[in-house]
């Protein structure tokens, strides 16, 4: 790497921090734009209350100050890494994030590397059987999963492989209950992953196909692919070297995004699966009213999205050397 | 797994498990759904049901209640009121010991109700306005002094309401952040082993449980799993032996009822008798009018919802007091359903149309449906109805700021007039910021002075007396529209043996549960 490229990250990297805060501000108000506050919620789950239990709960969240004040003290901790307690769980929110992270990276990982291999191993043969049966039951089959909700695929998908048949495990991460270590226990996760996974990675699977078919048909068409072939290379060798690296571009992009989405992408398919990630963690949270741990998941998301954009882009020029890094 | 149905013989079988009861097993594992996930285990603390639902296996109060809510020992082995009424001893028991090996005393319950409870709990502080001193004579002996005979008192030892906290872990500290709320420290037959978040609560037997020969089961793993379908599809599968009340969709109890091997029962829920019922917002508009309100208690068909949409399981409430709520009045009038006599009492008043706002609870399907149900039933006399549709904050929000014409609601009833009737209805309790006072706005000087009264009464002959008369003047007043009196089934795997032995049911059920093997 050379210096340019290094000056163009920092200076990528001051400007994400940047970025971050403003989006940390917009969200501190755009949360409390939203009727209720945490104090009510816990009341109304209480069952029972009176002026005094909401006024200590207010003054232990903080929130009896003005919001300027709030605003000042939230963004002055962030700048000191402090994302401060959740007023429903009494843990400080970075505890409670970093204790669902694995789980979901887990989960959306793995998710992300199967729809990228699959989608586009499918759009490649899809490509290259152009107009023969192969190619119609690929875009068949994605445009299905591309159209599907993902709650009914992932109910259905629980209903068969864990009711009828019964081959796969419908909830949770882990067997409970067994002391498993190991191999085992390794065997035990991989098996609850599989129905999870495959459900939130069809649908960028299908994406993935059908982007990948129609970036390699039309670039199969150019003419430095017809020199290719002319020079008398052998198809596969055009496909792999010319064809597919070519191509494979908005791929990219597309990856850059789903990447995004690593963190809180996965609510509906970690509550259909019991998955205890931190989708759920931000869902819950929303309608709890959660502001601190809210934000928290907040913040976290928009730093990966920050961060997998400028991924995006450093891979973009390792893929085609043509593309340059400079501000 | 077995997708075979055997029909109604499965509904006996709860009954049969009674009939010939066992010799009772140790051992084994039960797996239970938690829904939705609480936000802590420190029961008395935080008010929610589920807190109370794994922390009562954790926690207890000095007494125990049956389904007909007369008190039984538990930390307390006897207890005695004088004759006035205004003193009461309680007695402990020995050799309890707490989950971390330090006796239990009287210096812990004189703290937990002296201290920590007052403020902690708000439900449980209004009824300590009664008791003006709390002292322990020696170290298995604990006083209650109160200033009047306050009739409901015995009732305030269930493990919600006045749950024992360990002194020498909680006093002096700051208790809602002490570092044992997240690892608490009970008497109860069941200590926590370990939470992960998301996924399950674990709780192991309490080896030195002070109650000899229980519990039987070894392990409770709590499951958290925040789909209603999956819940389903958990106990389908085995997974899971017990769906406590309300954890799954109406919709889907009679498929899963059926199944082999599968019992459900509807007791467990009379200390609550959770009361359904609209708030009537009696400041404005057409609800200010009580011929109006009578009109939209003869226009609901509520046996109709009751059978469709609860599945038969239930009661039609007629009145604020529930039937299994001490003082309830079994010659109360009831409101039929007449749709021609509702429209009559609107012609009477000169109903103008003005449309109301009907909001529904923010609590699953079944709630959208009654919602949906009610507004055609207005409908249908004339009553122009508007459905607004809000999450849980926003419906708080909503009805403690009065914001609503109808709401609906449900209401705990806690075993006495005195701790969960009177609050909806007096006018002291007229106060914004909260969805569960007298949310409705109604003020009748007469229902004042009967509640205050009927509380302090001695003895409960001089009570019933009282809430009798209460109860006739509400009915004709209908400050809100009563629904149902619910009842939650809990779903269970017919291998668990003798669940509900309570009147708060699944809350302290596994100190005395054991599996059939």
Redesign the interface.
């Known amino acids: 790497m050379n210096l340019q490229t290094l000056l163009y990250i920092g200076g990528r990297l001051i400007k994400g921090v940047i970025i971050l805060l403003i989006i940390a501000v917009f969200n501190f108000f755009l949360i409390r734009a939203a009727p209720g506050d945490p104090a009510k919620v816990m009341a109304g789950e209480a069952g029972a209350t009176d002026e005094v239990f909401l006024q200590q709960l207010r003054e232990q969240f903080g929130l009896d100050q003005p919001l300027y004040y709030q605003l000042w003290v939230y963004i002055s901790n962030l700048l000191h890494f402090d994302m401060g307690m959740s007023y429903r769980q009494n843990i400080p929110v970075f505890d409670l994030i970093m204790d669902r992270l694995p789980a979901t990276l887990l989960l959306t990982g793995t998710a992300f590397l199967l729809s990228i291999a699959l989608g586009v191993l499918a759009g490649v043969i899809a490509s290259v059987n152009y107009k023969k049966w192969v190619d119609s039951l690929i875009t068949i089959l994605s445009l299905i999963f591309y159209a599907t909700p993902l709650f009914w695929l992932a109910i259905m998908a629980s209903l068969f492989f864990s009711v009828y048949l019964g081959w796969l495990p419908g909830f949770g991460m882990e067997t409970v209950g067994v002391e498993l270590s190991g191999w085992d226990r390794v065997i035990d996760i991989a098996l609850h992953l599989v129905l999870p996974a495959t459900t939130l990675g069809l649908f960028f699977t299908a994406v993935y196909a059908r982007m990948t078919r129609t970036s390699m048909i039309e670039t199969s068409r150019l003419d430095f692919v017809k020199t290719a072939i002319a020079k008398g290379m052998t198809p596969s060798r055009v496909t792999r070297k010319h064809v597919l690296r070519n191509a494979l571009l908005p791929v990219i992009t597309l990856a850059g995004i789903q990447a995004g989405q690593l963190i809180g992408g996965a609510v509906l398919t970690e509550t259909v699966f019991a998955w205890p990630g931190i989708g759920r963690l931000m869902f819950e949270a929303l309608f709890q009213r959660d502001y601190n741990l809210l934000l928290g998941v907040f913040f976290i998301s928009s730093a990966m999205v920050v961060l997998f954009n400028l991924i995006t882009d450093v891979i973009y020029c390792v893929v085609d050397p043509r593309i340059e890094l400079s501000k | ?1 077995k997708k075979i149905s055997v029909g109604a013989s499965v509904a006996c079988l709860v009954l049969a498990a009674n009939v010939y009861a066992a010799e009772p097993k140790d051992g084994g ?1 039960i ?1 239970v759904v938690v829904q ?2 609480p ?2 285990l420190m029961i008395g603390m ?3 049901g589920t807190t109370q639902q794994v922390g009562g296996n954790i926690f207890e109060g000095l007494l125990r209640y049956d389904k007909e809510l007369n008190p039984h020992p538990l930390l307390a082995k006897s207890w005695e009121n004088s004759e006035d009424g205004k003193t009461w001893t309680f007695h402990l028991e020995k050799d309890v010991l707490w989950h971390d090996g330090k006796p239990f005393t009287s210096a812990d319950v004189v703290f937990s109700v002296d201290k920590m409870l007052r403020k902690t709990n ?2 449980l ?2 009824s300590l306005e009664f008791v003006e001193s709390i002292s322990a004579p020696d170290d298995y002996t604990v006083v209650f002094k109160l200033n009047k005979p306050f009739g409901p008192f015995i009732r305030l030892f269930e493990v919600g309401t006045m749950p024992m906290y360990p002194k020498h872990i909680y006093a002096g500290t700051d208790y ?2 002490n570092p044992a ?2 690892h608490p420290i009970g008497t109860g037959p069941f200590k926590f082993v370990e939470w ?5 609560i ?1 709780l192991t037997k309490n080896d030195h449980y002070h109650v000899s020969g229980l519990p039987h089961i070894n ?1 409770l ?1 709590w ?5 209603a ?2 819940r389903a ?2 106990f ?2 085995g ?1 899971i032996d017990v769906l406590p009340g309300g954890s799954v969709e109406n919709f889907d109890v009679p498929r899963l009822t059926e199944l082999d091997n599968t019992c459900v029962t509807t007791d467990g829920w009379e200390f609550f008798s959770p009361h359904s019922l609209l708030w009537l917002n009696n400041r404005q508009g057409p609800m200010a009018d009580k011929r109006f309100r009578q009109a939209v208690m003869y226009a609901m068909d509520r046996e109709f919802a009751k059978n469709v949409l609860w599945n038969g399981f239930g009661k039609v409430a007629n009145g604020p007091v529930g039937s299994k709520t001490k003082f309830y009045d079994k010659s109360l009038p009831n409101y039929e359903y007449d749709p021609a006599k509702a429209k009559k009492l609107l012609k009477e008043m000169g109903y103008d149309g003005t449309p109301v706002r009907l909001l529904p609870m923010p609590y699953g399907e079944t709630w959208q449906r009654w919602a949906e149900v009610v507004k055609q039933n207005l409908e249908e006399v004339g009553i122009k109805t508007k459905m607004v549709s ?9 009805v ?1 700021d009065w914001d609503y014409d109808i709401s609906f609601t449900y ?2 009833q806690y075993g006495d007039p005195a701790l969960g009737v009177s ?1 909806n209805y007096i006018s002291s309790n007229i ?1 914004k ?5 007298n949310v409705e706005g109604y003020e009748n000087a007469q229902v004042d002075k009967l509640f205050a009264e009927a509380a302090v009464a001695f003895p409960d002959s001089k009570r019933q007396e009282l809430y009798s008369k209460v109860q006739r003047q509400l009915v004709e007043d209908v400050p809100v529209a009563w629904l149902m009196e619910l009842e939650f089934p809990t779903i269970y795997n017919c291998k668990v043996q003798n669940l509900i032995d309570s009147g708060i049911g699944i809350n302290d059920a596994f100190g005395t549960a054991w599996i059939k093997q």
Not at chain 2, 390 to 398: I, L, P, R, Y
Not at chain 2, 433 to 437: E, K, R, V
Request: proline fraction near 5%; avoid cysteine; aromatic fraction near 10%.
């Open positions: 797994m594992a797996n939705p996930e936000p802590s935080y008010s929610n708000a439900r502080r209004t809602k952040i709320n997240q992960k978040k998301g996924s399950y674990h392990d793993y499951h958290v799993i925040p789909d379908a999956s599809v958990a389908e599968t997974k809000t999450d849980v904050a926003g419906w708080n929000q909503k403690a209401l705990y609050r106060s910021g909260s969805s569960w006072n």
